[in-house]
Nanobody
Framework: QVQLVESGGGLVQAGGSLRLSCAVS????????MGWFRQAPGKEREFVAR????????YYAESVKDRFTISRDNAKNTVYLQMNSLDPEVSAVYYC???????????WGQGTQVTVSS
């Protein structure tokens, strides 16, 4: 029913920027809290950022504060992750996710690869 499709990943030089997008279809996008997660080879999936239904409240992992910005456009059913000052440590597959209030994330996209070269 509900589908999440990430895009915008790719190869970028250290110090550069990248913006990821996640388009949501088949549901009421404005009712969902949204999040971004990532998973590097040999590591567990980790939380990156989240945003509430209206976009008024955001929360970030300590490791990405001041470099990443999460935002959403409810008119376009899309959530974004702006990534600045990139270094190879952030290289991973990035996933977007959705949830209702007071629940764990339970809707997931297929992921998009981000690779930062040194």
């Amino acid at each position: 029913q509900v589908q999440l499709v990430e895009s915008g990943g790719g190869l970028v030089q250290a110090g550069g920027s990248l913006r990821l997008s996640c388009a949501v279809s088949g549901g009421t996008f404005s009712s969902y809290n949204m999040g971004w997660f990532r998973q590097a080879p040999g590591k567990e999936r980790e939380f990156v950022a989240r945003i509430n239904w209206s976009g008024s409240v955001t929360y970030y992992a300590e490791s990405v504060k001041d470099r990443f910005t999460i935002s959403r456009d409810n008119a376009k059913n899309t959530v974004y992750l702006q990534m600045n000052s990139l270094d190879p440590e952030v290289s991973a597959v990035y996933y977007c996710a959705a949830k209702a209030s007071y629940e764990d994330f339970y809707l997931w996209g297929q992921g998009t690869q981000v690779t930062v070269s040194s």
